[in-house]
């Protein structure tokens, strides 16, 4: 059998390594040593770790298109806050009486806009499985839509980066209205319960933030499959000369659209485990510099490599907790000359940086394209 | 409309801007044939192609492929599975790509999205490929990026590309362009050894190669098909001598 395998044994070890991390040693730091001992891990950190992660999960989805078929969607953000409200809708109906107004059905923002009935885009949200589905479907959906009339008129490089960043505007505009019925600039929050379990206590935050681990992974894995069969090597042909493979046969635009849907549901599913982790939804998370900032953790990290994307979201992300904790005002202009930086001087980003410096390594994790076979 | 030829164009015109790139084309190519297309730069042979593979769409005209395929009503992936392949004028190979991996990409089969997400290459896809390796002469250079070939090998490669698609018609699109003599010879000897048991259309500017070829010429000029026969006659014909030949 040729061609490349799903990862090699080095980056197996490295895979097991972080899952060890992540999903042993972070819950044991958080639960077993005492309250007051130093190796206890603050409980703040633990669902701030899964905001991070869902950042990381929200990369990769961007790199699968970007990195792997040229698309530089910067409208991926828009499939991140439409399964965040999937999930925001399903905790609202959760809370039920329990609302300062006391209403069994109807959301508090609801009842203060003198509302009598629950509107439809409402109804079954109250179903978890319901709920998750169309966290998954209703970002596929659109971007199944937009990318039909993108790709198909093909609309590609610069254009189709503005288009996309007019769309998640104009959502973002759509849901700052009180009258779609979403909760309009306040956005959905004061959530309780998750499947009867309540979303502020400790065991809830850290299986949250275990199912994020498992979902990243998973995400992760799902991803090098696709780019490791032959249809990502159809993607990273046609992002080289795309008229080349359709002449070979190949409908590039289905194509596109396939890893286009796929990115939206991964970029859904970060949304859904985002929110009952950080506490809220609101339209803001749809605002055009929240796109093209995931563009920068991917370009910072190493596009085209997976794992770069991830990495990049991680040690941006990282950085601007404690940037912003320590010098506020300079944070945006700490983030901007990184991403210069990187272009100008490391256009493989960090893991292009390390596979230049240790050769020797020959990890396939990192992009070293030669020598694969 | 049926017909017994492979190829067959008839009153196609194709207008860019009111600028007639092709004025009512008539061509027809017979099952097994070779076929040279030789024409001043503007007569129109890049925009033939363009509608016989579908990139482009004629305002009129008929063009058929094997008898009852409209090639006017499909698009550039259904017409490649139908089995035409092309290679173009300046050398396309998928730079990010190794060489082995430019021509499992190009392999005859299923060219679904699914297909490509599933399938995983067969031995005897292996041994294919090895094989068109070793005609194109690039067995030693397979696990290496396209983009690292000589431009000469970069034609090679493509069309070894062209024979792992193994199509019915193969059009080719200045084949010799920018190579060294032995190359250009070579070339001519394996489009020759193609031709046995496959349809080829060259559009080609050295005469030296066309005469090489040996093949049936057609001259274009200004869109539409201006003298037809062997190469000695094309060369004697008073028209071709003005508008071509003779400049």
């Known amino acids: 059998m040729r061609g490349p395998a799903l990862l090699d044994r080095t980056g197996w070890l490295v895979f097991a390594a972080f899952a060890i991390v992540a999903l042993a040693i972070v819950p044991a ?37 970007w990195g792997f078929a040229g698309i530089l969607s910067l409208g991926q953000g828009a499939f991140f806050a439409l399964g965040g ?79 996309t960043q007019a769309m998640t505007y104009a959502l973002m505009l759509a849901f700052f209205r009180n009258d779609m019925g979403f909760g309009g600039n306040n956005g959905l929050t004061d959530f309780k319960e998750i499947l009867g379990f309540g979303v502020q206590a400790p065991n809830t935050r850290l299986a949250l933030y275990a199912i994020t681990v498992v979902a990243l992974g ?56 985002y929110v009952p982790q950080v506490g809220v939804i609101n339209p803001g998370e749809f605002a055009p510099g929240n796109s093209i900032e995931i563009a920068i953790w ?68 990192v992009p070293a394209r030669e020598q694969r076979r | 409309m049926t017909s017994t030829a492979l190829l067959y164009l008839d009153g196609v015109t194709v207008s860019f801007d009111g600028f007639k790139a092709l004025n009512s084309l008539s061509l027809v190519i017979e099952p097994g044939e070779l076929r040279t297309i030789i024409g001043p730069n503007g007569a129109g042979k890049t925009t033939m192609m363009d509608v016989i593979t579908g990139k482009t769409r004629p305002d009129s005209g008929t063009a058929l492929f094997g008898g009852t395929h409209d090639l006017t009503r499909l698009d550039e992936a259904a017409i490649a599975t139908l089995g035409i ?48 390796l070793a005609r194109i002469g690039l067995s030693n250079r397979a696990g290496e990026l396209a983009g690292r070939l000589s431009h000469g090998q970069k034609q090679w490669l493509e069309i070894g590309m062209l024979l792992a698609h193994d199509p019915q018609l193969i059009l080719l699109d200045e084949p010799v362009a920018g190579m060294t003599d ?44 201006l003298a037809e026969g062997s190469i000695d006659a094309v060369q004697n014909h008073p028209r071709v001598i003005e508008v071509y030949l003779g400049r």
């Open chain 1, 29 to 65: 730091l958080a639960t077993l040593p005492s309250a007051d001992s130093a190796l206890r891990l603050p409980a703040y950190l633990v669902p701030l770790f899964g905001k991070y992660l869902c950042y990381a999960l929200l990369a990769l989805a961007l790199d699968l298109i």
């Open chain 1, 218 to 273: 998973a995400s992760f894995l799902l991803c090098r499959f696709v780019v490791t069969s032959k249809l990502g090597r159809v993607l990273l042909a046609l992002k080289d000369a795309e008229a080349r493979v359709r002449f070979l046969g190949y409908s590039t635009a289905r194509a596109k659209l396939f890893v286009f849907v796929l990115s939206a549901m991964l970029c859904g599913l970060a949304g859904a485990l």
């Open chain 2, 85 to 132: 392949g092309r290679k173009f004028q300046k050398p396309t190979v998928f730079e990010n790509l190794t060489v082995f991996e430019n021509l499992e990409l190009a392999l005859k089969g299923k060219h679904s999205i699914t297909h490509a997400l599933l399938h995983r290459l067969r031995a005897e896809e292996c041994w294919r490929l090895d094989a068109l």
């Open chain 1, 85 to 163: 409200y999937c999930m925001g809708m399903y905790l609202m109906r959760q809370i039920g009486t329990r609302g300062v107004y006391g209403n069994a059905v109807l959301p508090d923002f609801m009842v203060f806009l003198n509302w009598k009935t629950l509107p439809w885009p409402w109804w079954g949200f109250n179903h978890f499985a319901f709920a998750m589905t169309m966290a998954l479907a209703v970002p596929a959906l659109l971007a199944a839509a937009f990318g039909w009339l993108a790709f198909r008129s093909r609309v590609t490089g610069v254009y189709l980066s503005i288009i």
């Open chain 2, 182 to 225: 032995a190359e250009t010879a070579a070339t001519a000897a394996l489009i020759i050894e193609l031709a046995r048991d496959r349809t080829i259309v060259v559009v080609e500017h050295d005469m030296e190669f066309v005469r090489d070829l040996g093949a049936k010429v057609t001259v274009l000029h200004e869109g539409s098909v």
């Open chain 1, 298 to 365: 991917v370009a910072i990290g190493g596009r085209g490599t997976l794992v770069g994307a991830v990495l990049g979201a991680l040690v941006v992300n990282l950085a601007k907790t404690w940037l912003t904790g320590a010098a506020p005002e300079l944070w945006l202009f700490a983030l901007g000359a990184l991403f210069i930086l990187v272009t100008l001087l490391l256009p493989d980003g960090i893991l292009g940086l390390a596979a230049r410096l240790r050769p020797m390594l020959g990890s396939r994790l």
